[in-house]
Nanobody, 121 residues
Framework: QVQLVESGGDLVQPGGSLRLSCAAS????????MGWYRQAPGKQRELVAS???????NYADSVKGRFTISRDNAKNTVYLQMSSLKPEDTAVYYC???????????????WGQGTQVTVSS
């Protein structure tokens, strides 16, 4: 079992920056992919950014050039660096990981609890 703890959400003015963190702990595992999703009120949850185990990254068109996903393997943590924030970035952001637990062949998926990002003047 893996637990994810998200942090970093805040109220920020347009044009500001935030860094979200998602720390994984629990059973021994290896990462297959990591991603950040967001969901605004009245809208579907959408993929914001993802990275696969070999390091290739993918971004939603709406955040390209502004957001960067990264990971620190030593800390079992994935980050989302957000800059030039816009009001439309306001949402609850969720960390998602897909891992193989030690001794298991299946791939398991885990979600963080969500962290609120509000961009407003």
């Amino acid at each position: 079992q893996v637990q994810l703890v998200e942090s970093g959400g805040d109220l920020v003015q347009p044009g500001g920056s935030l860094r979200l963190s998602c720390a994984a702990s629990g059973s021994a595992f290896s990462f297959y992919s990591m991603g950040w999703y967001r969901q605004a009120p009245g809208k579907q949850r959408e993929l914001v950014a993802s990275v696969i185990s070999i390091g290739n990254t993918n971004y939603a068109d709406s955040v390209k050039g502004r957001f960067t996903i990264s990971r620190d393997n030593a800390k079992n943590t994935v980050y989302l660096q957000m800059s030039s924030l816009k009001p439309e970035d306001t949402a609850v952001y969720y960390c998602n990981i897909r891992v193989r637990l030690l001794g298991r062949t299946r791939i398991d998926e885990y979600w963080g609890q969500g962290t609120q990002v509000t961009v407003s003047s």
